[in-house]
């Protein structure tokens, strides 16, 4: 089993590297991100993951693909607007549908529901972005990660464990614009990860929760551990 380096670079954006050097790169928000890290550089991306449309997920979608042809993954309507902008070596899905992609000997992602909304802003209008995801990522060695996008908890967070069990979740906990600690801690419950790494908070003053609080609600379940890397510092999984 070989490392995986996790790093969170701020907001919602996860830098995934396998240890053959293949890189998946989840929701890119980079350029105006208040939350990332000055100076990381990325020399390549193999896979993009993008869960929905809102700016603060896919503001830097279409450069990041057009300048590694890396294969794009997101739902059709999102597939469909980053095609309509050059962007190449599409592979669109929708929730419940699984796709291998031809990287590190075959990577299995999976589209999970999310309950949030979707919509790109382009030259001033709101255009209809079909229904937010989550992504299971399988990885050759049989772990499995879970991003679940921007969301609320939903009993149905059952479901992915029971399907996919993934050991490690990436959860949103700013609360105002998705789920709080106490619903995350919740998620939790539901997920049963090992690991826990929170996300989409403190980038903005409404973003109100916190790791250590997420912490606090977790002290009667410590089969998970709540994982807070700095932006821009890897975490070795």
């Known amino acids: 089993m070989q490392q995986v ?16 050097g293949e890189v998946i790169l989840i929701d890119p928000w980079l350029e105006g ?45 999102v597939g469909s607007w980053l095609g309509s902008k050059g962007v190449e070596n599409l592979s669109p899905m929708n929730k419940g549908g699984t796709q291998k992609i031809g990287i590190a000997g075959g990577v299995k992602v999976t ?3 999310a309950q949030h909304s979707s919509g790109i802003e382009d030259d ?21 990660f879970y991003h679940a996008g921007d969301t609320c908890v939903f009993s149905d967070m059952q479901l992915i464990r029971e399907l996919y069990q993934p050991s490690l979740a990436m959860l949103p906990i700013g609360d105002h614009f998705t789920m709080g600690p106490r619903e ?21 003053p409404l973003l109100t929760g916190t790791p250590d609080a997420l912490k606090q609600l977790l002290g009667d379940q410590p089969e998970t551990e709540v994982v807070v890397p700095a932006a821009g510092k890897p975490y070795l999984w």
């Open 111 to 113: 589209m999970t529901q």
């Open 184 to 204: 995350a801690a919740l998620a939790c419950k539901f997920l049963k990860p090992e690991k826990v790494i929170p996300m989409h908070y403190g980038t903005f």
């Open 33 to 77: 991100n208040p939350s990332h890290p000055k100076g990381f550089a990325m020399d390549r991306v193999d896979l993009l993951l993008v869960t929905h449309g809102h700016f603060d997920h896919i503001a830097d979608a279409v450069a990041v693909a057009k300048k590694f042809k890396s294969t794009t993954v997101a739902n059709y309507e």
């Open 124 to 144: 001033g209008r709101m255009i209809y972005a079909g229904e937010p995801g989550g992504f299971v990522v399988e990885l050759p060695d049989g772990r499995a």
């Open 5 to 20: 380096a996790i790093t969170w670079l701020g907001h919602s954006t996860f830098h995934v590297k396998l240890g053959g």
